[in-house]
Every structure is written in C-alpha cells, then in structure tokens.
C-alpha cells in the first residue's frame, strides 16, 4: 500500500521503507557473518541485532495505520474485503503471537519451580548448595540478600585490555571482582562515586574489585592514581601501609551532556508549541 500510493503519500511510503528496512537488519536474512568479518568491532559492541526490532515496529505499525485509515475512506467493495482481510490477519497474527508468549511464560514457570535448575541465561559463578533458598531469597523483604548468596559473573560490555576468549573473561571477573571483596567496605557517595576502602597490614600492590572504562577516574587516598591494568581492565594500585581509600568515578561524555539537554529543550519547544497551537485553534473557535 506505501508503495503504490507513493505519489498520495510520501511520507508513509517513507516510515514503511524505514521499518522494513530495521526489520531486515534485525533478522538472520542480512548477512551479519560477513559484516562482523569485514567490522569486528561489532562482535563487542553491537551483539544483538534482534534488538533493532525496537526501531522497527512502530515504524511499521504506523505505516500500517495510515495504509489502512486511506482504505476506510474509500467506501468501494474491492477497499473493504482488503481492509478486512488485513485486519483478520492482524488478528489471527496476535492470538498465534499470545499462544507463543503463553508457551513461553508456561515453561519459564516450570524451570522456576525446579530445585535443579539455577537460571537459564547466564554464568554463575557462585551458587547455594540449596536451589530453593534462590526462590527464598527473591521473595524475601531482604532485597539485598539475593546477591549474597548468589553471584552473576557474566558482565556485559566488559572492558579489556586485549583480546581473550568469553569464558576466560567469565573466570577472570569470578575470581578478581566476585570473590575478591571480603577485604573491603564499599561506600557509595552523594555524587554516585563508589568508594573501597580497607586495611593493609604493608605498603604494596593490591587488586581492587572494580572494572574501569575509558570515562572512569580512580583516586586513591584522595589523589588521581596511576594505576596498571591486567587482560581485564581490574586496576592493580600502589597502597600504603595502614587504612586505604580508593574512590571510583565515571565521567559522563560531553556528547552525552549535549545530546540529552537537546532531548529536554526539544520536548520543552514540542510542548510549547502545541499549547499554542491549540491555544490558537481554541481562539478562532470561540470567535
């Protein structure tokens, strides 16, 4: 329907073109093999296709609506079996989507109630010996217990120093970020900064916990420290002899900051002139 009214309605022909092409992107059918091959950069930062499906449907489901608002306005035989037939479509669609959606929700139930199984999508690292306290734990009002008793060393958007294998990364996280935190008090401050602090009994390296990005600034004892990094980027410091303080913080982009206040000022102008608009209309009608 975008297509062949193209000349009528530019701009649906537009919207449905751009959905279809997202949902092309999104499937298996683009050869996203080659494109990693040729871009592998993509392979760490762009890992779920599937997800552009987001950008897709309302631009298909808008393109659609208009396709069939210009058919309800042609009264002819030939517009309303079309218009119909559409529609049924669409019906017969949902209700196989919802019996799909009931599949899955039914068999996420079961694996939940299973005392055998832990979780479905992702590594664990460290686990009670007692599956049912997991389900305990997730209806306590303890909400912090959770991850006391279980840990998730699957980080996504890790960052690393060189290349290595996923499971490695997995190992290395478990062992120098999990269950390396009994020797620290972490505090979190005021200004969202995370703060380790502990005691060392000489002066030397230490390990601490935490990972660090590009934007991440480390102080230690209150001034920027130098620090090294291992294949993951788990900084190693140089700590003095007695009570430590390291103080992490991540610095927003500045592309960021810009990006988000052309956000707030743009929906500030779209309110603005819609309050006028229909300020105006409200006007001519009453005089």
Sequence with gaps: MAIINFNKNKLNFW???????????????????????????????????????????PLL?????????????????????????????????????????????????????DNNVVVLY??????????????????????GKLFQDLANSEPDYLPITKKIDSGQIVNIYGQKVVKNTDNFVRKVNKD???????????????????????????????????YKFESVAIPVVQARKGMNIATLKFNSPIWFIILLWISIISWIALIIYKGWMFCSKKRKFLQ
């Design 15 to 57: 919207l449905g073109l751009g959905g279809a092409s997202f949902f092309f992107l999104s499937t298996k059918a683009f050869p996203w093999g080659i494109t990693e091959r040729l871009l592998p950069f993509l392979k760490t930062s762009f890992q779920s296709p599937s997800r552009l499906t987001v950008i897709a449907y």
């Design 192 to 226: 969202g900064s995370l703060s380790l602090i502990w005691k060392q009994k000489k002066a030397g390296k230490k390990l601490l916990p935490i990972v660090m990005y590009k934007q991440s600034t480390l102080f230690l004892n209150r001034k920027k420290d130098r």
């Design 122 to 143: 992702s590594w664990v690292y460290k686990v009670p010996k007692s599956r049912t306290i997991i389900r305990e734990d997730m209806m306590s009002r303890n909400q």
């Design 61 to 113: 489901l808008v393109s659609l609506s208009i396709s069939l608002s210009s058919i309800a306005k042609r009264k002819n035989l030939r517009n309303i079996i079309l218009k119909w037939g559409i529609t049924g479509l669409a019906v017969i669609a949902s209700i196989s989507a919802l019996f799909d959606f009931q599949a899955y929700l039914h068999s996420n139930t079961l694996a939940y109630l």
